[in-house]
């Protein structure tokens, strides 16, 4: 997956945005990559996407504006009163678009059917029977696919300015609305880059 660079994202300053060169090894683990308007594939235009890993071997994350409305497959409306709402499936990007992920917040892990992400939040096997867990999990949500870049892709862009990359606030990946999330996580930034929160989506008609 290759973004490029808009015109936009080369006027905002660098100290306005969190460098994934600030933190341990240059990853992205665990912080948000916030599109740069405008971008050229209209499918990641405007996305916030939460960075799941990112190593030298590459980076996936899945995207967390962008809920659907198809009708949830038997395994997941299982899940289904442990979904934060809205309760519907959410496209994590295009890649093995055939494939759950499920994010959870949980008060305390779960064996090993949980995969651990940062301290209290991570990712849980829908194979799991929901009562085993049910009293541990505070939120959930399920992304159909996800975003995913080969070694060194990641870096590429971020370099080309198509990413913003920000701090994740905890109530991020279950945002109740996932359709604003984007001008949210922008405008708490302040300075230059919040401008961009109350930007009309066509850049160039301004």
């Known amino acids: 997956m290759f973004m490029q660079r808009s015109s936009f994202g080369r006027t905002i300053g660098q100290t306005d945005i969190v460098s994934a060169t600030d933190h341990p090894h240059g990853s992205c683990k665990a912080l948000l990559l916030v599109a740069t308007p405008p971008l050229v ?6 996305t916030v996407v939460y960075m ?6 590459g980076a996936v994350g899945v995207v967390l504006n962008r809920p659907t409305d198809e009708e949830s497959p038997e395994i997941v409306r299982a899940w289904q009163r442990h979904l934060a709402p809205p309760a519907t499936m959410f496209q994590g990007g295009p890649v093995e678009t055939d494939a759950l992920i499920a994010l959870a917040r949980l008060k305390a892990p779960v064996d090993e059917a ?3 992400v940062t301290d209290d939040f991570g990712s849980v096997d829908l194979m799991l029977d929901p009562d085993q ?3 541990q999990v505070l939120a959930l949500r399920v992304f159909r696919g996800y975003s995913g870049w080969g070694a060194g892709q990641l870096d590429g862009e971020l370099a080309e300015g198509a990413w913003m990359v920000f701090p994740a ?15 949210a996580v ?7 880059v919040a401008w961009l929160a109350n930007a009309p989506d066509d850049l160039s008609a301004n």
Request: hydrophobic share 25%.
């Open 186 to 192: 922008v405008r708490r930034q302040g300075g230059k």
């Open 114 to 116: 949980w995969s651990r």
């Open 52 to 57: 799941l890993e990112h190593n030298s071997d």
């Open 41 to 46: 594939d209209p499918n990641f235009d405007r």
């Open 169 to 183: 606030e905890r109530g991020d990946v279950f945002d109740p609305n996932p359709t604003g999330l984007w001008r």
């Open 133 to 135: 867990v049910a009293e």
